[in-house]
């Protein structure tokens, strides 16, 4: 009862969002007030349908409703009950529900959050919003339903969520990047709504600002929780692989970037403007090509989902309409717009220009190693693979103009600068970067190689150019706090975002410049030293979990004779389909991690273990969170906030 | 360069990605050109999996058309085809098996266990069909590796001169044996 509950109200929802596609867009093509109207109760009401949707969904799974083939495949009684909710996107189908809630719900946040919007741009932004959720629930219903049933035969247990996916990250981390990529679909929405209006001006970006950002908080949060759940949970250290489906990913945050820092000068300055409307479609057009390229199973990847043709091409039909719409309404419109700012070569203009430039190259160069293979096999060329050397060969060469860039675009002003005035402090911080850098290699580790250096002082000379730039802002206020508390909301949020980007590289570069990792084979009471920290094992003794058992290695780790903590690394069997899985043990730290996973027994007796010394390996994920901050910090500026009580009088213009 | 045509640059380009992706998407990506077609079985040096003693070489499989099948007991989709490959056998088709050990490191894992795999071994052999004439054993995966082999099941059909004719990727069942490999046999078996 309850899954034909699900199903009902999710084709209820598909019929209101046909509706709100068509209504508001032929409104505002014949200039129908009424029609318009109709838009946001429509766009909450499809968020209602849907919701019920995925709660009949969630019910089904943790009531242990095995007649329900998803929750058969992806669930089992033993599993733990947040397990079970969370199973409900642990597959396929589930996952695009969970996709449909989001752009559902961000649709329904637009619709009550845009009284101040005209009409006119209202009523095509709900619309187009509308058109892109038919597309996903035909999907859905048509394609990938999770309340398909197995009956008259239905298992008396279910198959159990995949053990990889049993874990905190993983609860959170595709809702998070979901937010991300369906947010980006609000800014797409904004763009191709901007360009039916044919008026592309700074009130438009203003508009799109904040739901970018927001967009890209989630996105930058998604990326950090994802990469932390890969070195927690695939137990050999790593953080960050190239696959594809990371690619995918990454693609839109790189573009998103772009646009948010591109947005910023259209709305300051007028200019950029053909240039920010292609970023928004882009972004959101990377989003929808990593769908499809994560769920066609046209790559072969480490994430591997079910592979189906059919899925595959209604998705790649779906990309083609969106995408190939959007752009050919972008190349109709486009060349009448007109920038008109002026600014010379030493500009923050031409500054955030460059940084749009080097994230589009960074972009391009991950699109092209996650394709190329595909397009060179295609042309008869035979397989090839690209893999980590290529991108981080790639990004480390990108990485530096881009480093320098980033510490001295905040420091310009609009429309033009004397470099003469800048020259001297700009220097003077090079110089203390350099200092203080190499103070701090040089005297914490026994061997410096040039390129950690040249990285590390990179991430030291944003930091160091961002204070430059906090206490220049200050200065003009007389006092330093009645300077800090006239900075803007916005600003903070750049100088979260620049210094959150420095942890990103410094942890990055320091992690793989000095992790150490030692495979070592232990019998009980046995001490390894590895970086000054020893390690005594204690022996083995076995586990019992919910849905699993197993075995942890007991280590103490002790430094100098202290005790620094007790480490339990698991090898766990899961009970249904009798997997083993290696639950490594972290101690973690600001200034180093330290990671034990626990191998074979021997026939001697001992035990074999791999032991990792990571430093600073904590920095990344503390970077990627500060970045995300900077993101989710513009909804407290006064400027974005929408007002309630303005509610829009004047008729909307007939266009 | 005028302001239309650039203005068209994107959408162009995105075309071009949708044609390669629509091409892609029916296109195996597991279906992999290894090169290794037409090209001499590589030398290798390897223990029979169920006895102690034997070794086997390249040398001793000359002399007849035969399979080398890369097969595991952790491959669900090897066990599958235990049942079809032992019907060929019948039919007086020689298979060769190639076990692939998945992920034995022997500088971290210790010494291998060798009696609990030839357990698992001819416990699913008994019950799924044994195809194999003999085993060979490739422990540090190193035929493999010169194989181009990706994964399990994969098939390699070689000719009595140890010449590789054929390079399947995944399971043999009837549909596979007559589209591939049949054509290949009639030729071969005058």
Redesign the interface.
């Known amino acids: 009862m309850i899954p034909e509950i699900g199903y009902f109200s999710l084709t209820l929802a598909m019929v209101l969002s046909v509706l709100l596609c068509i209504f508001p867009l032929w409104g505002a093509h014949t200039g129908n007030l009424r029609l318009m109207r109709a838009a946001p109760s429509l766009a909450v009401g499809q968020f209602v349908f849907v919701l019920i949707s995925f709660a009949a969904l969630i019910y089904a799974s943790l009531t242990d409703d095995f007649t329900v083939a998803y929750v058969a495949y992806h669930s089992s009684s033993t599993l733990p009950w947040y397990y079970k909710i969370t199973s409900t996107w642990g597959g396929h189908e589930g996952a695009i529900l969970l996709w449909l809630v989001m752009q559902a719900g961000w649709t329904a946040v637009v619709a009550m959050r845009s009284q101040s919007l005209p009409w006119i741009l209202r009523a095509r932004v709900l619309g187009v919003l509308g058109f892109l959720g038919v597309g996903f629930m035909l999907y859905t219903l048509l394609m990938s339903s999770p309340f398909e049933l197995l009956l008259p035969y239905y298992p008396v247990e279910g198959r159990d969520l995949n053990p990889l996916l049993q874990d905190p990250g993983m609860i959170i981390h595709p809702p998070l990047l979901y937010m991300g990529y369906v947010g980006l679909s609000v800014s797409f929405s904004f763009a191709i709504a901007a360009l039916l209006t044919g008026k592309l001006d700074n009130t438009w970006a203003k508009w799109s600002r904040p739901w970018t950002m927001t967009a890209w908080g989630f996105l930058t949060l998604g990326i950090t929780i994802g990469s932390w759940w890969a070195y927690a949970e695939l137990g050999w250290g790593g953080w960050w692989f190239w696959d594809p489906v990371e690619n995918a990913s990454l693609m839109p945050w790189l573009v998103a970037t772009a646009l948010l820092h591109s947005l910023s000068v259209t709305e300051k300055r007028g200019v950029f403007k ?1 240039w920010t409307v ?1 970023l928004a ?2 972004a959101f ?1 990377l989003s929808l ?1 990593g769908t ?1 390229i994560v769920r ?5 990847s480490v994430h591997a989902f079910a ?1 189906d ?1 059919d899925r ?2 209604f998705i ?1 039909a779906f ?2 309409i969106v ?2 719409g959007g ?2 309404l ?2 109709l419109r ?2 009448q717009v007109k920038s008109e700012g002026r600014y010379k070569l030493v500009s923050r203009e031409v500054a955030l220009w460059l940084n749009n430039i080097f994230l589009v190259v960074a972009t391009l160069i991950v699109l092209l190693g996650t ?1 190329l293979p ?2 060179h ?2 042309m008869g060329l ?2 090839i693979s690209i893999g980590e050397p290529f991108f981080n060969k790639m990004f480390a060469i990108l990485l530096v103009p881009f480093a320098i860039l980033m510490g001295i675009g905040p420091l310009l002003r609009w429309k033009q600068n004397k470099w003469a005035f800048l020259q001297n402090k700009l220097l003077l911080c090079a110089l203390a970067s350099i200092a203080v850098t190499s103070a701090w290699l040089f005297l914490g580790y026994d061997v410096v190689a040039p390129l950690t250096l040249l990285a590390t002082t990179l991430a030291v000379w944003i930091v160091f150019t961002t204070v430059l730039d906090i206490v220049d802002k200050t200065r003009v206020h007389g006092s330093l706090l009645n300077g800090l508390k006239r900075l803007s909301v916005s600003y903070w949020a750049m100088v979260l975002g620049h210094v959150g980007i420095a942890f990103v590289i410094a942890g990055v570069t320091l992690t793989s410049a000095y992790s150490v990792e030692r ?1 070592v ?1 232990m019998k009980p009471l046995d001490v390894v030293s590895l970086n000054q920290y020893d390690y005594r094992f204690e022996g083995v003794k076995d586990i019992r979990g919910p849905n699993y058992s197993g075995h942890a290695g007991v280590v103490t780790v002790l430094k100098e004779g202290d005790k620094v903590a007790r480490l339990y690394a698991e090898k766990r069997q899961y009970d249904i389909g009798m997997q083993f899985m290696t639950e490594a043990a972290i101690d973690a730290g600001f200034t180093r991690d330290l990671y034990l996973a626990l ?5 001697n007796g001992g035990w ?1 273990l ?1 032991i990792y010394h990571k430093p600073h390996v904590r920095w990344m994920w503390l970077g990627g969170i500060l970045i995300s901050l900077a993101g989710f910090m513009i909804l407290g500026d006064k400027r974005y906030r929408s007002n309630k009580k303005r509610e829009q009088k004047s008729q909307p213009e007939v266009a | 360069m005028n302001r239309k045509f650039l203005a068209l640059l994107p959408l162009l380009a995105f075309i071009l990605i949708c044609v390669f992706l629509y091409q892609g998407l029916f296109a195996n990506p597991r279906e992999l050109q290894t090169g290794r077609i037409g090209q001499q079985m590589p030398s290798f040096n390897l223990p029979d999996l169920m006895q102690d003693d034997k070794r086997w070489q390249q040398t001793d499989l000359e002399g007849e058309v035969y399979l080398l099948n890369v097969w595991g007991t952790w491959c669900p989709t090897c066990l599958a085809e235990l049942g079809y490959l032992t019907e060929l056998r019948e039919q007086g088709v020689k298979i060769v098996g190639l076990y692939y050990v998945q992920s034995y490191d022997s500088d971290f894992d210790g010494p291998f266990d060798m009696a609990s795999l030839r357990d698992e071994v001819s416990t699913m052999l008994n019950r799924a069909g044994n195809p194999y004439q003999f085993n060979i054993l490739d422990l540090e995966r190193t035929l493999a590796l010169d194989l181009g082999v990706s994964g399990a099941p994969e098939t390699f059909l070689v000719d009595s001169n140890g010449t590789i004719l054929l390079h399947h990727t995944g399971d043999i069942n009837p549909r596979v044996w007559r589209a591939k490999f049949a054509p290949i046999m009639q030729e071969l078996t005058p």
């Open positions: 053909s292609l479609i882009a057009s090509l499809f066609s199973g046209i790559i072969v592979t043709p595959g091409l790649l990309l083609a995408v190939g752009l050919t972008y190349a486009v060349s394709l595909m397009v096999k295609e035979g397989s495979d084979s191998g074979e027994q021997l026939s074999s791999r």
